[in-house]
T-cell receptor, first 117, second 111 residues
Framework: GAGVSQSPRYKVAKRGQDVALRCDPI?????LFWYQQALGQGPEFLTY????????KSGLPSDRFFAERPEGSVSTLKIQRTQQEDSAVYLC???????????????FGPGTRLLVL | SQQGEEDPQALSIQEGENATMNCSYK?????LQWYRQNSGRGLVHLIL?????REKHSGRLRVTLDTSKKSSSLLITASRAADTASYFC???????????FGSGTRLQVQP
């Protein structure tokens, strides 16, 4: 079966431009996560959805970052007025288990590499 | 901020040798997971060890967990060039679903 897919794979934006990054999770996975990974670092959590509900957005670095998952499947991460410090790889992950299940595996997409000039 | 720290930051070995990398974390956990990341396949889950387990095996991988020292180790036996990648430990954030990752160990296996 298909894994998690993300598009675009690469995005170059001029500072101040808005960008939208798309994630298609594994079919049937109710949980969806966005992470940001800076060069040479581990991924850092941005936000989490269970179906269409955004249950945790504590990792979003500023109000320029916005995520949605309106129908509980595909998710979009939007960054408004991009800054150079937003340059990173944005990873999407999905998993099967519901909130309350303590132990589960996250399946990651290939990421979108964003470069802000 | 990152919960875990991997050690060493970088490791270079010859094919056939064993590779050991360590992870330390700060808070109590329910489980600890190891992931591998390379440019070809992205971030891939390798193994999960629960807090009540001390050791777990999966193929050429052996993971240990010492909750009293808040540390874990990943051993890759009989390494192959294809094992070249970055390895990350990850733990669930307290009371939350998201994972907190360490900064990773970059493993280079020379053929």
């Amino acid at each position: 079966g298909a894994g998690v897919s993300q598009s675009p794979r690469y995005k170059v934006a001029k500072r101040g431009q808005d960008v939208a990054l798309r994630c298609d999770p594994i079919s049937g996975h109710v949980s969806l996560f966005w992470y940001q990974q800076a060069l040479g670092q581990g991924p850092e959590f941005l936000t989490y959805f269970q179906n269409e509900a955004q249950l945790d957005k504590s990792g979003l670095p500023s109000d320029r970052f916005f995520a949605e998952r309106p129908e509980g499947s595909v998710s979009t991460l939007k960054i408004q007025r991009t800054q150079q410090e937003d340059s990173a790889v944005y990873l999407c992950a999905s998993s099967m288990k519901w909130v309350g299940e303590a132990q589960e595996t996250q399946y990651f997409g290939p990421g979108t590499r964003l470069l802000v000039l | 901020s990152q919960q875990g720290e991997e050690d060493p930051q970088a490791l270079s070995i010859q094919e056939g040798e064993n590779a050991t990398m360590n992870c330390s974390y700060k808070t109590s956990i329910n489980n600890l997971q190891w992931y591998r990341q390379n440019s070809g396949r992205g971030l891939v889950h390798l193994i999960l060890i629960r807090s009540n387990e001390r050791e777990k095996h999966s193929g050429r991988l052996r993971v240990t967990l010492d909750t009293s020292k808040k540390s874990s180790s990943l051993l890759i036996t009989a390494s192959r060039a294809a094992d070249t990648a970055s390895y990350f430990c990850a733990t669930p954030r307290a009371g939350r679903r998201a994972l907190t990752f360490g900064s990773g160990t970059r493993l280079q296996v020379q053929p």
